[in-house]
Structure formats: C-alpha cells, structure tokens
C-alpha cells in the first residue's frame, strides 16, 4: 500500500493552475472591444449611426472602468507613464487643438472623441494582456468577423437571394448604385463580396490580418494548429473573393519583409547583418523605383487603370485644398463626417460623399498641415523602428545570448509594415483599427520589450518550451 512520506522528493500533487474568472472576463471584454473598432463598419451597418456611437460610448466606459483601477492599484509595476507612445498621442493633442482654427470645428471635437475612446480602449488592452494575450484577442476577433462574414454572404446568396442596405432598410424601386449595399450576394459568382463589413477592400484587410496572426500562431506551435490552418484557408478563400489590389500588392511587399527578417535573424555578427542592410535597402530602392515606372502595367494585371479607380481626382482635390493652410491644415477630422457642410458634396464617388482622401499622409496634411505629418512621421517610424528589432534582436536580458526567437515578435513587424503600405492607398491607418494598432503595438513594446519576460508578463499562455525567467 502506497504510503506519502514525510520526506517527499517533490512537491505533492496538485491540480493545475487555472485561469482566474475576472483574467477571463477581461479578455472577453477586450476581445468584445477589438471587434467593435475592427468590425465598426458592421456595428454602423447593424445598428445605425446613434447605435454605434452608444456601442463604441459603454465599450469605452467599460475599458476606462477596468484600466483606471488597474493603474491605480498597480502603477509602479504594471502601467509605465513614460513609456507611452508619446509622439502619437502629441499628434492627438494637436488633433484637439486644431479646434481653436478648423473649418469645421463640430466635426473636429466628433471625431477626436472617437479618437480618444480608440485610445483609452487600445492603452487598457495593452496594460492588462500580456503579449500572448494579446496576439490570442486578435485571433478570436479576426476568427468572428470571418465566420460571420461568411454567414451573412452566405445567407443573402442562398436565402435572401437579393442585396440587402444597411439596418436593414427596404430596396428602394429602380435601380440602386452596388456601393450602396451592405452585402450585394456575390459570394458564388465573379463579384467582390464585402463580408460582415460591408466593404470589399475593408474585408480584405481583415483577412489579411488574420492571416498573418494565424501564421505566428501556428509557428508558435499553439494547440489545434489543425483548427488555424482551416481559418487561414477561409481567410485566403475570403481574401480572394474581395479582391482588393492594395491587399494584393500588400502580400508581396510583406514576404520581403519576412524574408529580410529572418534573413537578419540567422546573420551572425554585426558586419553580416549590416550586409543584409545594405542588400535589403537595395531591394526597396529597386523596388519602388520598378513600381513606379511598371505602375500603368502592373495595375492593368488587376483590371486598374492609371487613375487608381478615381484616386487621383480624389487626391487633386484634397491637395487644393490643402495648400491653403499648409503649416497647421484645415482641422482634424478623421473620418472627414459626411454630413458636415465642409464635406457634404465635396467629393462624391457615385453620388456618396467620401470620408477620407484614400491617402494617409495627404490627409494629415490636409487636417493639420506640415506639423500634424512631421508628428505622424515620427509616430510610425518610431513603431517601424521598434518593431524592427524586436522581431530580429534575439530576446536577452542577461549574459545567455543563445534563447530561441519567440514566432510571436514577427507580428507587430508585419502588422506596421501592411499598415504603412495601406496607408498609401488609403486612410485607414489614421482612424479606427489603424489608429488602435499603433497605440497598442508603440505602448506595449515600449512597456513590455520581451516576450513572456517581466514584472508585466504572466506565465506563457501559447508559445510552447521552457519557461523564460521572471526579472523584476
């Protein structure tokens, strides 16, 4: 008969450890937040323009609710005021500024408050999660809006049989411009299809996300490996029926850049990777230089023509105005508010008044001037900088210079190399879900520079292997 000894050889056995309830709600509540800014589109289609803006209103007094009492309660060790993304949230305080000489001052102070709630939202997720908490957040958001991207597709082909408009509204008679739709019902037949968002370029986008989250998940050897490669498969599948030229020139330009990477990872030594630099820097000079004289060729491979499907009238436009104020622009709004009599019929692409300049960098100079770009420059250069090396640097806090580079680093790399590329083409980058990247990916490798490692990290939850040691 078994007997326990009072001289055990290890410790008795227990059960493991689990995770607490409020850790749990927590991340359902980021995740429930993640999707309302990457999903805003289909919250605006579902519930109308005052529905989403109450959403988006208790989402953020929710996340003010958990993050302020977790700062206060945990300040020295867990939030680190001088490691905030300073030069983004100095472009948000000349955004509330620019109220004192906007043309259009209601749409300033409507759309800094979202700006602001964006803010709050993206610095509480980067406080409480760890960086696997994180990753694993996006993946549960991206994983929604494919799977309800493809029940609504599939249920306005298969069930409905007819487009639908957003909230639902009745068809009008006669004939209704596509661009109007909420889902046009092209999920088996040679259209775009636009997803749960209702945009064909925006689902593309998210797809893209996803699959660059599904792909540093899987190298992560994370569990049911099985179940991501199925969602990868729905996200490419997704991803080509949206087809969206930026998304397509997009991929090309981010397996460079994961080459690169991990070409730098395996130099050994600073003169090779230096080398790899040098070689690199070539590559994008060379790139960009054949781009730009291949443009006319290289659109008419996507059916574009040389006007980037009316961009370019867009751009004229914008760019008149623009120069009339060029120091501190005309006043933040992003997105430009429809509805505005500064925006209402300015630029219309089939009779609808858009909402930004379909270019990030005209844009900012639009809102606030030469200024607001020189702020926004430092921003992302400051996140491409950073992300840089912490995808290539190998993780070190002590004299081992040997521990494995954790899969997971990758990510805020590929994310700000995609985001900075669609920021070419369109605005995204400024607003919404491109705005809440850069202040969760600045905050969270300036606070947390190690994977797994620190006062601010818990136990991995997702990369497999030994157990980094905690430093304080």
């Known amino acids: 008969m078994a007997v326990y000894t009072k001289h055990p050889v290890a410790e008795p056995p227990a059960p493991p450890a689990r995770e607490t309830t409020g850790r749990l709600m927590v991340r359902a509540y980021s995740v429930l937040c993640l999707f309302a800014v990457f999903g805003h589109t289909a919250v605006y289609n579902l519930v109308g323009p005052v529905g989403a803006v109450v959403v988006l209103a208790v989402l953020t007094l929710g996340a003010l609710g958990i993050w302020i009492p977790a700062v206060v309660r945990n300040r020295p060790t867990r939030f680190r005021w001088r490691r905030l993304p300073w030069a983004a949230l100095g472009y948000a305080a000349l955004a509330l500024v620019s109220v004192l000489w906007s043309r259009w001052p209601a749409a300033t102070l409507l759309t800094w408050t979202l700006m602001a709630a964006i803010t709050v939202t993206a610095l509480m997720i980067a406080t409480m999660l760890t960086w696997q908490e994180i990753v694993r957040a996006l993946s549960t958001t991206f994983k929604v809006i494919l799977g309800l991207s493809l029940l609504i597709e599939l249920w306005v082909a ?101 080459v690169a990477a991990l070409i730098a990872r395996a130099a050994k030594g600073p003169g090779t990777r230096r080398a790899v630099y040098i070689v690199f820097a070539a590559v994008v000079v060379c790139g960009a230089a054949g781009g730009i004289l291949m443009r006319d060729r290289v659109l008419a491979l996507f059916g574009k023509g040389s006007d980037l499907t009316g961009r370019v009238e867009i751009w004229q436009a914008v760019w008149q105005r623009a120069i009339t ?74 004299l081992d210079d040997r521990r494995p580079y954790s899969a997971l680093s990758l990510l805020p790399l590929l994310l700000t190399v995609a985001l900075l590329f669609e920021g070419i083409a369109e605005s995204a980058p400024i607003m919404l879900w491109g705005w809440m990247l850069l202040i969760l990916l600045s905050f969270k490798m300036k606070s947390v520079p190690l994977i797994g490692v620190g006062v601010s990290e818990r136990t991995p939850l997702v990369a497999h292997g030994s157990r980094p040691r905690q430093v304080p």
């Open 158 to 258: 298969l069930v409905l049989r007819h487009p639908i408009l957003p909230n639902f509204a009745t068809v009008p008679p006669g004939k209704v411009d596509p661009v109007s739709y909420w889902v046009r019902g092209n999920l088996f037949n040679g259209g775009r299809i636009q997803g749960v968002v209702g945009n064909a370029h925006e689902l593309a986008m998210m797809c893209l996300f996803a699959i660059l989250v599904f792909a540093v998940l899987y190298a992560a050897r994370v569990r049911r490996r099985g179940m991501l490669i199925a969602w990868a498969v729905l996200a490419a599948v997704l991803l080509f029926k949206g087809a969206s030229t930026t998304v397509y020139l997009g991929i090309v330009v981010l397996l460079v850049v994961l």
């Open 325 to 398: 104020r060029p120091v501190f622009g005309n006043g933040f709004s992003s997105p430009w508010v429809p509805w505005d009599p500064a925006f209402d019929g300015w630029i219309l692409n089939h009779g609808i008044t858009v909402f930004h300049a379909h270019d990030m960098w005209l844009d900012v100079f639009l809102q606030l001037g030469v200024v607001g770009v020189v702020v926004m420059v430092v921003a992302w250069l400051a996140l491409l900088w950073r992300s840089w090396f912490f995808a290539v640097d190998r993780p070190r806090w002590d």
